[in-house]
Every structure is written in C-alpha cells, then in structure tokens.
C-alpha cells in the first residue's frame, strides 16, 4: 500500500506541460479521455449544426470563433476533428508567412491535412475522399472498380479513368479537368502516390516529376491555387463537406493593422461559389475587437455566424481538476476522499468568487497549488544541499522546515521548463518535416528571419530580390560585413531555379549587398544549363556563399516558428505564465539552442561546432532533460524521473539514463535525499547553489 502523499512526492505534478502549445491538431494527438464533456458543448452542438447543413446542401458557410487568452479555441478544433471526422474531412490551416502567397498556403495545408490517416482508419482522408467521389458509388461501377483489386483496375485504365471523371462532372465546370483527373489517377499508383501529393500541395516539381504525372506545368499562381482547390468542393458534393479551420490567424503578417486578407479570402470563396467547405476561423478576442473597424461590411455579411467561447463554471473547473488528478490518484491505497485531492472545492470558490473561468487559469491554479502541497509534505525533512566551497569538500546538508525551505528561483524554472517544452515540440516536429520541401520556400525564409531576429540582428528585412521570388529572400545588417543576402530556395524545377538566379544576379549587378547566400539542399543543374551557368558566376570563385542545409536545421527554425506563433496568439504558457515574444527570444537565447542550428553556424551568426569523427550518440539533452525535470518539480521519484527520460528519448538505453543520473549526482547538480530507504522510494532534489 502506497499512501497518495507518497505517490505525490514522487510523481511528476500532472498540471506540468498541459496544454502549453496548441496547434495543428493532426500533430498534437487529443486524449479523448481528456475532454469534460460540458466545456463549450454548446459550440459544438451549433457548429455540427451549421456542418449537417453544408453536407444537406453543400453551400459553403463561415463561422468566426473568437475567445480570450486561454479559453481553448485551438483545443476545441481538435475537439471538432476528433468528434466528426466520420462525418467530414478536415483541414487545419495555419498563419501564413506572406499575403501574397494564401491561396497556395491554404492548398498545401489542405492536401498537407488530406493526406493524414483518420483514428480508427487504415486510409489517408485523400484515398477515403477518392473513393467516396459520386463517380465511383453508383452501384453498378461500385462493384466493378472498388473490389479487392481496385488500384489494380484503375491502372490499368487511366484514360477511361479521366474520361469517366470528365463525363461525370462536365456541368461542375471543373478546373484544368484531363490535369486534374488524372493526377487523382496517380494517387493509386503507390509509385506515384507521393509526386501526386506533392503535386497538388503546390510543389514546384522537375520536369523529370512532371513527365510522370503526364503534367505541363506546377501549381504556381494564387488563381491556379484556388481553382484547385474549388475543384475539390465541386466534385465532392455528394460525398462528405471539407472543413477549413484557420488557426492563429493575428500571428499573420501585419494583422492588427491590415486584418482583410483572410476575409477577402473567405469572401471569394462564397462570391466564386467553392462548395461543400465549412470554414471555421478562430482569433483572439483582444486582436478581433481592433480587427472588426477595419474590415469592410461587405465581407462582414459573408461570415454565417460569430460564436463567443464563454468561461467555464466551478463544476467544469473541477472535472478538469479531478482528470488531471487521476493518474495519481490510481497509484495510491487508500483511495483519497475527493476526485481532487489535495486541491479543494473551496480553492476554485475563494479564487473566482464570481464562479467562472478559463480552462487555462483553472489548470495553473491547480499546478501552483498542487506544488505548494508537495513541498509541504518534506516537512522537518526538508533538504537543502550546498555547492562545497573547495575540490574535495563534502557537500553540507541541512535540515530545515519548508516554511523556510528556498524554492528553485522562478527564472530558473522558467528557462527549465522552456527546454523541457522545447523538447516535447522539437519531436513533434521531427515527425511532422521530414524532408526540407515539405516547408514552403517563404516558410523557410520566415523562420530563418525569426530566428535572426531572436539573435539581436537589427534590421532583418524580408524581400531582398523582386519580382515573383522575393518571399524567397531577406537581408540583415552584419557588423563585421555589411549588408547580407539571403536567398533560400528547395525548388528542383530548372526554370524556376534560372529565374531565381536571374533575379540574384541582378541585386549582384545593382552592388546591393556586400555578400549573397544561398541556402539549398537540392541540385543546380548540369552545365549546360543557364540556371547553372548563373548560378557558377555568381557563387564560384567569389565572396558569395552556397549552404547546404540539413533537415536538423530545419527542425530548429521551424520548432521556433511555431513557438512564436504560439506566443503572438497569447498561447505560450510556461511555469504558469504567458509568454510574450520579447521574452521568449530572451529564452531561446539563454538555452543557446540556436547555436546547435548548423544553418546559423554557416551563416557565421553562432559560434562553429566541428563535428568530432566517429563520435557516439550525443547524449547531452537527456542530461539536460533529465536536470530539467527535476528543477522544475523541486524534487521526485528517482524511477519516475528515469521513467519520464526513457519516454522521452526512447532510443537512449536505461543504463545510459542511470549513468547520467549519477554523473549529475557526481557533479553536484543533483543529491538522492534519503539514499537509505529502497530503491523505489527514493527521491532527487536540486542542489542548490
């Protein structure tokens, strides 16, 4: 029998690491345990009901969700997808990273949303949508062509297969039809499966690429972006509605002072008559009520409804609690009094006498006072280690009471949680990317300039070149050079490559800059190529530079980049405090994780690591993972502790976890507080300093 305040010592606080960074929820898997039925069931009621009315009729309809800080906007479109992706195909669109560029960005995270595998399916929803297209459910073809040998018999037949489409939706008035039919067709073809996705997604393909799809050109202009994506709504009315969700849309470029952008978005959507789409936008409340005076009446009339997430009351608060709880509390016999023990009704009541709240506040109430708890419980035994003052002094011990105990300072937890944080989303991330093209060139150039900006450099400016490749690009001031160029582009189509590097060898010519940079991992062409001859000009034998990037780079920007956008959108909660931008480039900078960005060491902008030759698996973030952890629950369980690094990195072995344990006990970072008791019970605290 384990008591709960023992369970409780040793356990890591279940309030740490809840909900701190919301966003695309194909990536952020939802618990379906975790959802208190009640909270905002209202709002999902109505917004089924606006769903059922697309799938009756298949006109599209927006519906604008606005909330404040923490009221659970970007977790209840989670919530929405969980909750009826049986009946619907979802989508989550993202903030983009230049206006000019929405229509293709709102496509690539459309097919980027098509191509993930439902819970409880074994397809992507693309292949469900396919096979759910009115062409294919007529009984009679039904049987012939969507039979065990279905990719079998589309393979075999694919001008059939685009003369069918074509015959089936001639008054849809589809979009470049013998095109787009028949890359519908190669998305059965497991060998073109991929470059059909890529595709349709915006990618700007090789001609090699494009001869195998049987296509003539890429999806490379906001109207084609557009067409493409109507072409989805129109030939799938008799199927399943298609909802859009548009998260952290004030984290865009320039929205609170031009917020019209995704209205005139929404607004052609329903002037140009794109069916079966279920819009939902979501904005901070503080960012709406600034935005709605600038945005025009017109495009105000073509949103279906405006829904207000309202607090939550006590009871809501408390169920919150007690699931939070719940983990513990199943570990520990007796069974504690109360679903949340050790919190208490009285708790929420003498907080918010007005009875209401936000899921947010409710679960950093809960953390802090569950933490109070905690240290509460050492009691007389209460432990503070010091630092031995000289090599070989033994490190003195003291007894104290916890009222005079010395908590780890907040800016310290702060900067551990952050890297704990930035652990989690780093691996989110590495799931999420892995190839470099996945991320859009703009996408890239914005996070690159992000994280310039993090580092101090002033000013870092977007669209150095002109023209239609200037999203590709930005300059910035360095001290010891002058003014630099950086073009960044993956593009493996030659044309596109010779455009750019016109474009470059124009700012060249125009003296611009006193070095240019081009990050690229893909190809330049063979010789005979203009785009190469260029490209040799302008970067051999010259001060310019040519970076091949690695997909670890990439991981780094883009982690950030979404940490950012977290953070415009007041979603960036870490030791129980929102985090502004301001200070979480003070965080990034203080844990030098950029300086581990070997794109940034090339770039001469952190120090250069040399890779040291045959080294062995670098274990440094399971050491400072596993410090971490431990300043930011001031004391746990040693197997708990081990437990939580194995999960975290799982293809780091125990022993390897328990050698660094030890080594940080060997340093004096960390001390076993009762290294008598069994193995099982003991606990590791900080050694403070």
Not at 248 to 264: C, G, H, K, V
Not at 610 to 631: A, C, M, Q, S
Request: positive net charge; charged residues 25%; aromatic residues 8%.
């Amino acid at each position: 029998m384990v008591s709960i305040d023992e369970i409780i010592k040793r356990e890591v606080n279940p309030f740490d690491l809840v909900n701190i960074v919301v966003g695309n929820f194909w990536n952020d898997n939802q618990e379906s345990a975790s959802v208190v039925e009640s909270i905002h069931q209202d709002v999902i009621n109505e917004i089924e009901g606006y769903l059922d009315l697309v799938a009756m009729d298949n006109r599209s309809r927006t519906l604008l969700l606005i909330g404040d800080s923490g009221s659970g906007k970007s977790y209840l479109l989670g919530r929405l997808k969980r909750t009826f992706n049986p009946k619907a195909f979802f989508a989550y669109i993202g903030p983009w990273a230049d206006n000019d560029y929405i229509w293709r960005h709102v496509l690539r995270y459309t097919v980027d949303s098509l191509i993930q595998v439902p819970e409880g399916q074994e397809e992507s929803q693309l292949i469900l949508w396919l096979k759910g297209l009115s062409a294919f459910t007529k009984r009679n073809l039904k049987k012939r062509i969507f039979n065990d040998s279905i990719w079998q018999v589309l393979l075999n037949d694919r001008q059939q297969f685009i003369k069918h489409l074509k015959n089936t939706y001639k008054l849809a008035g589809i979009y470049n039809a013998d095109t787009f039919f028949g890359v519908l067709h190669d998305l059965t073809d497991p060998e073109l499966y991929p470059l059909a996705c890529d595709w349709l997604r915006g990618d700007d393909l090789s001609e090699e690429s494009m001869q195998a799809l049987k296509v003539k050109s890429c999806i490379d202009t906001e109207d084609a972006a557009k067409n493409i994506l109507a072409n989805f709504g129109k030939i799938s009315t008799e199927t399943q509605p298609i909802v859009l969700c548009f998260d952290q849309l004030e984290t865009t470029p320039n929205f609170d002072s031009n917020p019209q952008a995704i209205f005139n978005i929404n607004t052609t959507i329903h002037n140009d008559s794109l069916k079966n789409f279920l819009i939902i936008i979501t904005i901070v409340k503080d960012h709406w009520m600034r935005a709605n005076r600038m945005i025009l009446q017109s495009d105000k009339a073509r949103i279906e409804r405006l829904i207000a997430l309202r607090p939550i009351n006590l009871n809501q608060a408390e169920a919150i609690w007690a699931y939070r709880l719940q983990s513990i509390h199943q570990k520990a016999s007796p069974q504690p009094d109360t679903s949340i023990f050790p919190l208490n009704r009285k708790l929420l009541e003498d907080t918010y006498p007005g009875g209401k709240t936000y899921p947010r506040q409710t679960i950093n109430l809960g953390r802090q006072e569950y933490q109070k708890y905690k240290i509460g419980l050492i009691k007389s035994t209460t432990v503070v280690i010091t630092t031995p003052r000289q090599p070989g002094e033994t490190p003195v011990v003291r007894l104290i009471q916890p009222d005079k105990s010395k908590d780890t300072g907040t800016v310290t937890k702060i900067q551990a949680e952050f890297e704990l944080i930035w652990q989690k989303e780093i691996t989110k991330t590495q799931g999420r990317i892995n190839k470099i093209t996945f991320v859009a060139a703009n996408e890239l150039i914005q996070m690159l300039q992000l994280s310039l900006e993090a580092l101090q450099l002033q000013p870092v400016k977007p669209k150095l070149l002109s023209g239609k490749y200037a999203s590709y690009s930005l300059s910035y001031q360095n001290h010891k050079v002058g003014k630099v160029g950086v073009i960044w582009t993956e593009d493996v189509n030659m044309t596109s490559f010779f455009n750019i590097m016109n474009a470059a060898h124009k700012v060249i010519q125009q003296n611009v800059t006193q070095r240019l940079y081009l990050i690229r991992m893909a190809g330049v062409g063979d010789a005979k190529l203009k785009g190469n001859q260029l490209y040799q000009q302008i970067f051999k034998g010259t001060k310019n530079i040519h970076i091949k990037p690695n997909l670890q780079s990439v991981h780094i920007l883009a982690t950030y980049h979404n940490l950012v956008n977290s953070s415009k959108s007041q979603e960036l909660d870490i030791a129980g405090k929102t985090i502004n931008v301001s200070e979480l480039q003070s965080l990034i900078r203080e844990s030098k994780i950029l300086e581990k960005c070997t794109l940034l060491q090339d770039l001469e902008l952190v120090p250069k690591v040399e890779p040291e030759p045959h080294r062995k698996p670098d274990l440094r973030p399971v050491k400072d993972f596993l410090l971490n952890l431990v300043t930011t629950q001031n004391f746990m369980g040693i197997p708990t502790l081990l437990s939580q690094a194995s999960s975290q990195f799982p293809n780091v072995s125990d022993n390897d976890v328990k050698l660094l344990l030890n080594l940080l006990c060997d340093e004096n970072q960390l001390k076993v507080m009762n290294p008598k008791a069994k193995l099982d019970e003991r606990l590791v605290c900080l050694v403070a300093k």
